[in-house]
């Protein structure tokens, strides 16, 4: 990504920083909702946080920094956009918790080697040029035996590229989902790796967003919508999750998901 588009970035994050409400944000729900099926398998995972220190790898507005905080970590916020920071910072302040923030590039970490027990990142990699340089440095990052914990768009599923085609002015042009082979260099990476992926069928709730209820992709995003309503959205989705856990038995279902979740052990 050239040094243009790296500003582009930067600067489409600060706008949309500018405008975030840290009173509206309700932290657990990104983590515990029936609709972060991510954050709940990379939570399985994750085992006991208290007392370590652990690395939010594009924090965006805090929501997992304050999380692992409140659960006992000791959060660096860490993302190219100082406005992201800024607001990760403020949301930890109002939760009555503390983190440190700073501004960092995921391909050039600015911390020594074996800093970190866990980095977690949620939909990062697929706004980096080159994933594999931000896995290596995760890696690097990582104390022996530390958890790099992610999750990201996958770039196979129909509907999403159509979502994705329609929602161009809540992303960036320079977005690059990922392909699911990914998985096998990161297995070559880390010592250790789990991974599942998630929403098949429960793609439906984007279609009836769109087709139905007739949200306009540009004014919500929808990968917000799904959190912040999971109340209203629950029966409908838990009936979904369950056909999707039949179709990711399948051959070759598992890379038309939407998501990809991985933990990997140094």
């Known amino acids: 990504m050239s040094k243009e588009n790296l500003e582009k970035e930067r600067y489409f994050h600060d706008t949309w920083a500018a405008v975030i409400d840290v009173e509206g944000i309700r932290v657990a729900d990104y983590f515990e909702a029936c609709t972060a099926p991510e954050n709940r398998f990379i939570l399985q995972q994750m085992g006991d946080i ?17 999380y692992f905080a409140k659960k006992g970590a ?11 920071v800024e607001v990760a910072l403020k949301l930890a302040a109002a939760n009555g918790v503390a983190i440190e923030g700073c501004t960092a590039n995921a391909m050039a970490l600015d911390f020594p080697d074996n800093t970190f027990d866990l980095v977690y ?11 594999k340089i931000a896995l290596q440095e995760m890696h690097r990052v990582l104390k022996p035996g530390g958890k790099a914990c992610f999750w990201d768009p996958l770039k196979h599923n129909p509907v999403i590229n159509i979502y994705r085609y329609l929602a161009t002015e809540v992303r960036t042009e320079e977005e690059m989902p990922l392909d699911i082979n990914l998985v096998d260099y990161i297995k070559s990476l880390f ?17 009836r967003f769109y087709l139905i209820e007739r949200v306009n992709p540009n004014q919500e995003r929808y990968w917000k919508k799904i959190i912040i309503e999971h109340q209203r959205l629950q029966g409908e989705y838990q009936r979904l999750e369950m056909l999707d856990q039949v179709l ?16 990997a052990i140094k």
Do not use: Q
């Not at 208290?50 to 304050?66: I, P, Q």
């Not at 010592?191 to 279609?207: K, R």
């Not at 990711?248 to 933990?263: D, E, G, I, S």
């Open 50 to 66: 208290t007392g370590k220190k652990l690395l939010d790898l594009g924090c965006g507005a805090g929501e997992n920094s304050v």
């Open 74 to 84: 000791h959060c660096v916020a860490a993302d190219y956009s100082p406005g992201m």
């Open 121 to 131: 990142a949620s939909n990062l990699l697929h706004h980096i040029p080159e994933p």
């Open 191 to 207: 010592s250790e790796t789990v991974y599942d992926t998630f929403w098949l069928a429960t793609l439906w709730i984007f279609l």
């Open 248 to 263: 990711k038995r399948l051959p070759l279902m598992k890379r038309f998901a939407w998501n990809l979740a991985v933990v």
